[in-house]
């Protein structure tokens, strides 16, 4: 089952501050510097039920999850946290490494392992495959979903050297 963005989510104030202030280049240097080393450790400390970051959108479009992948190169366990938008049961995720010019580390770790395993802020856990969307109709309709989620992502392309945000669709294995 999949799910068209919502027209006018209901957001608070701290998760629209949130939203803008990520979407700015000091917003990003914090948001990539200082708060996911914080939040990776909240996270897996109280099993997904602590963050420094606001737990998300009120109306259930998506929020923040602690994404586990496996190391393409060390086969050790990577936990990143980051946006997510629910498209049904899945889950999209972009590659958007705050609209920098290059891939996170992650990303990277699909390629090798595409199951994950994502925790979403407030404790669900479950296993997903983890596909990269090609260029077309399908890629757009799942960037339209993340974008309805947090509408900073908007202003990612133009600040990314060129580069194009890699859209991935998570569908879900099994639930633990």
Same mark, same amino acid.
């Given at each position: 089952?999949?799910?068209?963005?919502?027209?006018?989510?209901?957001?608070?104030?701290?998760?629209?501050?949130?939203?803008?202030?990520?979407?700015?280049?000091?917003?990003?240097?914090?948001?990539?510097?200082?708060?996911?080393?914080?939040?990776?450790?909240?996270?897996?400390?109280?099993?997904?039920?602590?963050?420094?970051?606001?737990?998300?959108?009120?109306?259930?479009?998506?929020? +923040? !999850?602690?994404?586990?992948?496996?190391?393409?190169?060390?086969?050790?366990?990577?936990?990143?946290?980051?946006?997510? !938008?629910?498209?049904?049961?899945?889950?999209?995720? +972009?590659?958007?490494?705050?609209?920098?010019?290059?891939?996170?580390?992650?990303?990277?770790?699909?390629?090798?392992?595409?199951?994950?395993?994502?925790?979403?802020?407030?404790?669900?856990?479950?296993?997903?495959? !983890?596909?990269?969307?090609?260029?077309?109709?399908?890629?757009?309709?799942?960037?339209?979903?993340?974008? !309805?989620?947090?509408?900073?992502?908007?202003?990612?392309?133009?600040?990314?050297?060129?580069?194009?945000?890699?859209?991935?669709?998570?569908?879900?294995?099994?639930?633990?």
């Amino acid at each position: 089952m999949t799910s068209e963005p919502a027209a006018m989510p209901r957001r608070g104030l701290i998760l629209r501050f949130t939203i803008w202030f990520t979407s700015t280049r000091i917003g990003q240097l914090i948001y990539v510097r200082v708060v996911p080393p914080i939040d990776r450790r909240l996270m897996l400390w109280s099993k997904g039920k602590l963050s420094f970051s606001p737990p998300g959108d009120p109306d259930g479009l998506g929020g +923040l !999850a602690l994404l586990t992948t496996i190391g393409a190169r060390t086969g050790k366990e990577r936990h990143t946290p980051l946006g997510f !938008a629910w498209d049904g049961d899945s889950m999209v995720i +972009l590659a958007s490494n705050a609209a920098r010019s290059y891939h996170p580390t992650w990303y990277f770790n699909l390629g090798k392992n595409p199951e994950v395993r994502i925790m979403v802020r407030g404790g669900h856990q479950g296993h997903y495959r !983890a596909a990269e969307i090609p260029p077309g109709p399908e890629r757009e309709r799942l960037w339209k979903i993340a974008c !309805a989620m947090n509408p900073g992502f908007e202003r990612y392309p133009p600040r990314t050297g060129g580069r194009t945000i890699p859209v991935i669709h998570c569908t879900p294995i099994d639930n633990v």
